[in-house]
């Protein structure tokens, strides 16, 4: 099992760019979850998907934010257009149904400049 | 709505010594906990979940944690650390919705220092 894997690892890109995130569940897992982490506001849930549908995403901070999961093993976040203030380090997360037990990704460091 | 208090921000403890870190919660219903530490670098990983039955939870790496309900807390202890287990310790709370998870709520973290 190769776990959650996100890519890319790291990001550098300009203000105004749009940045696109990745993220690869574990196979047969149900809930896809991003999370972001920063040091002022810890962990936030940003959305979460059931079966490839958005159940919750009240946290996403803006329209400025997407998310899509087009199929069983994948996903995006897109920032459009991105702001230093979207710096932050961005997780996803898989959970299978009826076990409650999330597995992160590495994560993927995200600097606007 | 749901939250988690990690009164800690950094804690320090020696070698070998025993350890527990605080968490409190906030939530209406019967909360379902869990404990995560990351390292530097690295995402989280899962020390151990409590739902329901015994309030004395097991976890990996030596780790447990007692879960009272009178106190909303649910600390996180080790009899004694090994200087691997200086990371970043994460509680969160949690909703069951519909049979299936609903998002969790993170506090803000517990940075542990081990000194030789």
């Known amino acids: 099992d190769a776990g959650v894997i996100q890519s890319p690892r790291h990001e550098v890109t300009e203000m105004g760019q749009e940045v696109t995130l990745r993220c690869k569940p574990i196979?047969?897992?149900?809930?896809l979850f991003w999370y972001r982490q920063t040091m002022m506001r810890g962990l936030e849930l940003l959305i979460y998907f059931n079966n490839n549908v958005p159940i919750d995403d009240s946290g996403m901070p803006e329209d400025r934010f997407s998310a899509k999961m087009p199929n069983a093993s994948f996903s995006t976040l897109k920032i459009q257009p991105s702001e230093p203030r979207d710096s932050a380090v961005y997780f996803c997360?898989?959970?299978?149904?009826?076990?409650?037990?999330?597995?992160f990704g590495s994560g993927t460091r995200l600097t606007v400049v | 709505a749901q939250s988690v208090t990690q009164p800690d921000i950094h804690i320090t403890v020696s070698e070998g010594a025993s350890l527990e870190l605080r968490c409190n919660y906030s939530y209406g219903a019967t909360p379902y906990l869990f404990w995560y530490v990351q390292s530097p670098g690295q995402g989280l990983q899962l020390l151990l979940k409590?739902?329901?039955?015994?309030?004395l939870v097991q976890g990996i790496k030596g780790f447990e944690a007692e879960f009272k309900r009178s106190q909303s807390s649910f600390n996180l202890r080790k009899p004694s650390v090994h200087w691997s287990d200086a990371a970043e310790y994460f509680c969160a709370v949690g909703a069951w919705s519909g049979g299936g998870a609903d998002g969790l709520t993170f506090g803000k973290g517990t940075h542990l220092i081990i000194q030789p």
């Open positions: 196979s047969g897992h149900d809930y």
């Open positions: 997360a898989s959970s299978p149904a009826g076990a409650y037990g999330y597995t």
């Open positions: 409590y739902f329901s039955g015994d309030t």
